[in-house]
T-cell receptor, first 114, second 114 residues
């Protein structure tokens, strides 16, 4: 079964500092990987996705992630944090065949300090 | 383009009761999935519907059931409610078989079981 592990349930950064949220996946074949963001009392919004092709993926709101097969990682980064980035971030993996079940990590809550 | 909409937004039920949650998928999407998100956790896959049939199920008991209608809208039914069923229930839609089609989520229904 495919799974993702998010390292760090809470991350705090200063406004303007680099954001790095870590995600490692477990899969016997190259997976489809996603990052979602969830603001309080809302559903999940897609930030970016990796399916095939370029390993550096750019998403919305200045976020990007790099797929590293050798490290089985898909870490999310943003060069400069904004207050509006405070939210919970979920890494997810989707199965390749059959039905399109998506498995989520436990989430990382990002706090941005002014 | 109409996004995923869910109703109601909040619901309070008593243990042992039954509940029905509703979801309208994003226009052009033919597949609906339901997820349960307990407080402080990532979303957990309940099941998925495609062509009005359940074609994938997570680790949830049979008292969780669903329907998909010809217009691709969906219902989640939970019988014999338990306190642990208190959670945010998220509906997501996508296009079956399309690699680049991620899940699009609604804002969820917050269910409280007392």
């Amino acid at each position: 079964a495919q799974s993702v592990t998010q390292l760090g349930s809470h991350v705090s950064v200063s406004e303007g500092a680099l954001v790095l949220l870590r995600c490692n996946y477990s899969s016997s074949v190259p997976p489809y990987l996603f990052w979602y963001v969830q603001y309080p009392n809302q559903g999940l919004q897609l930030l970016l996705k990796y399916t095939t092709g370029a390993t550096l993926v750019k998403g919305i709101n200045g976020f990007e992630a790099e797929f590293k097969k050798s490290e089985t990682s898909f870490h999310l980064t943003k060069p400069s944090a904004h207050m509006s980035d405070a939210a919970e971030y979920f890494c997810a993996v989707r199965s390749l065949g059959g039905y399109q079940k998506v498995t989520f990590g436990i989430g990382t809550k990002l706090q941005v300090i002014p | 383009e109409t996004g995923v909409t869910q109703s109601p937004t909040h619901l309070i039920k008593t243990r042992g009761q039954q509940v029905t949650l509703r979801c309208s998928s994003q226009s052009g999407h033919n597949t609906v999935s339901w997820y349960q998100q307990a407080l402080g956790q990532g979303p957990q896959f309940i099941f998925q519907y495609y062509r009005e049939e359940e074609n994938g199920r997570g680790n949830f008991p049979p008292r969780f059931s669903g329907l998909q209608f010809p217009n691709y809208s969906s219902e989640l039914n939970v019988n014999a409610l338990e306190l642990d069923d208190s959670a945010l229930y998220l509906c997501a839609s996508t296009i079956m078989g399309q690699v680049n089609s991620p899940l699009h989520f609604g804002n969820g229904t917050r269910l409280t079981v007392t």
